[in-house]
Nanobody, 120 residues
Framework: QVHVVESGGGLVKAGGSLTLSCIAS????????MAWYRQAPGKERELVAS???????DYSHSVKGRFTISRDNAKNILYLQMNSLKPEDTALYLC??????????????WGQGTQVTVSS
């Protein structure tokens, strides 16, 4: 079981920066991959960035060069540093954590999300 909680969202002007955090609290599982997704009103949920526990990182094309994902493996904390924010980055940002048990079986857990609003 993994409990996921995001924080750090808010209202920022275009060109500004925000840092999101996600804490994954696990019980009897190992936190493997972690990722940030976002969902804007009326749009599908999209992957923003992902990182595994070996720090292999992937970004969506729309945020590459502006966002930086990182994690503290010891504490299971995930970060998303967002720079040069644009109005189209406005969305609910959700953290996903993969919980893997000793048999290698995985389940994916989500937080409630943190709202990011970028004004023009």
């Amino acid at each position: 079981q993994v409990h996921v909680v995001e924080s750090g969202g808010g209202l920022v002007k275009a060109g500004g920066s925000l840092t999101l955090s996600c804490i994954a609290s696990e019980t009897n599982v190992f936190v493997a991959d972690m990722a940030w997704y976002r969902q804007a009103p009326g749009k599908e949920r999209e992957l923003v960035a992902s990182i595994d526990n070996a720090n292999y990182i992937d970004y969506s094309h729309s945020v590459k060069g502006r966002f930086t994902i990182s994690r503290d493996n010891a504490k299971n904390i995930l970060y998303l540093q967002m720079n040069s924010l644009k109005p189209e980055d406005t969305a609910l940002y959700l953290c996903q954590a993969e919980g893997r048990n000793f048999l290698g079986y995985s389940e994916y857990y989500w937080g409630q999300g943190t709202q990011v609003t970028v004004s023009s």
